[in-house]
């Protein structure tokens, strides 16, 4: 099966990741340095590279595949979810130095949810960090922001954006024409993840 466009094409490392803020380059840089990073809040628009970021950072680190938790909270958002799989991994030693819990769409956990969230990242903050990302960060309870580092991800440059689509076309051998290619930026910005699915979706003739 053909690999998905938004998976291929995904950066892998901190130099072909797109930063709008500089200041963010050497904060990012600056963590995987000393080796660890605190729990951390990414926020921003849908399909800006949260997620991304999240996996760059964990790679970065050299964190055991055994060490990582990746649960898209807008499907498991309930205080079972958390009691029976976060608890249940981050209570057991880890590999490394520690372990990470990757809790996407984390605006979508319940407030109950979100306050069982607290209870445990409070305690078994030595052994385990949480990267929550989310959409709107006003859903996101006080006590989880005061917990975490807020770390709010810019949309990308629109030129920027077209360069990274009109990439993929040329790297797939996809003929297109700029103005429709130029449609589909306008239509999906600044959501890239979107844009490169439709994309894929349609140009499945090789045009």
Request: hydrophobic share 40%; net charge negative; glycine share 6%.
């Amino acid at each position: 099966m053909k690999k998905l466009w938004t998976e291929q094409y995904r950066p892998t490392d901190i130099d072909s990741y797109v930063f709008r803020d500089e200041s963010q380059r050497k904060q990012v840089k600056g963590w995987i340095k000393s080796g660890a990073i605190p729990h951390l809040l990414f926020s921003g628009a849908a399909g800006v590279g949260k997620t991304t970021l999240a996996k760059i950072l964990i790679t970065a680190l050299d964190i055991d595949q055994y060490d990582v938790l990746e649960i898209n909270a807008s499907r498991e958002n309930s205080v079972d979810s958390i009691r029976d799989k976060v608890t249940g991994f981050v209570s057991t030693l880890p590999f490394g130095e520690f372990k990470i819990v990757l809790l996407d769409e984390a605006d979508y956990m319940s407030p109950n949810g979100q306050a069982a969230l607290r209870g445990v990242m409070e305690t078994y903050h030595d052994t385990a960090r949480f990267i929550l990302t989310c959409n709107y960060p006003h859903k996101v309870i006080p006590a989880l922001h005061s917990r975490c580092q807020g770390f709010h991800i810019d949309k990308v440059d629109p030129i920027e954006f077209t360069a990274r689509v009109a990439h993929i076309m040329l790297e797939e051998n996809v003929e297109f024409e700029l103005d429709v290619l130029d449609n589909y930026v306008k239509a999906t910005y600044p959501d890239l993840r979107k844009c490169i699915n439709l994309l894929q979706m349609n140009s499945t003739t090789g045009k």
